[in-house]
């Protein structure tokens, strides 16, 4: 049986996902925050509730805020404490390592994503990869997470622009070079010569007992 608000979504975050990280669902943070009166909060102050009174992390402290200040007509969609911000993501058929190292390696990096005015700043290999876009302007976070030995996801998360305008012309122009990519790495499996089954018709037989 589904649970009661199982299909919301707020902040392009679905019910079950908060529910999943936090123990609560939307409804229920919903109830909670119109009970603290968060309407009349500033986003900071939102933030601190969520941390000082039920002990919310960082990540998911600014997710719940920026669902809630959609959800409540408090801030547009795409829209958080630090201007727009756009998410894109795919999931490819190769391991995270791969696609880690299809973004880490700069020149590999330049055969899908023709950009030039960006700088990684920090990297965590087959984790989280995070760039300076446009001369430090925006922020770019880049997260991977394995789906299995041969199956990975990588999500794009686009910060600090300016309305949303540059909210679609960054989600077309992400979903474009995603679509690059992932093509690119298919031609690559595709063509990589298959790996010998070690497991299977190389050990020797021993002899039937007498």
Known sequence: MAQAGSGIKAGGISS????????????EWFKIL??????RLTHQEIVAFLHEKHGVGPWWQQMITVGYEQSRGMRQVHQTGRGFEVSVSRTLAVPVATLYAAWANEAERGKWLRRSKMRVRSAVPKKSIRIAWSGGKSDVDVRFYSKGRAKSQVTVQQSQLAGKGDVERMRMLWSKALDRLKKRLSRAGAAAPPTP?????????????K
């Open 16 to 27: 079950e996902a908060v529910r999943a990280k936090t123990g609560k669902a939307w409804p």
């Open 34 to 39: 119109d009970a603290a009166k968060a309407p």
């Open 197 to 209: 089954d070690r497991s299977s018709g190389h050990r020797r037989q021993n002899s039937p007992s």
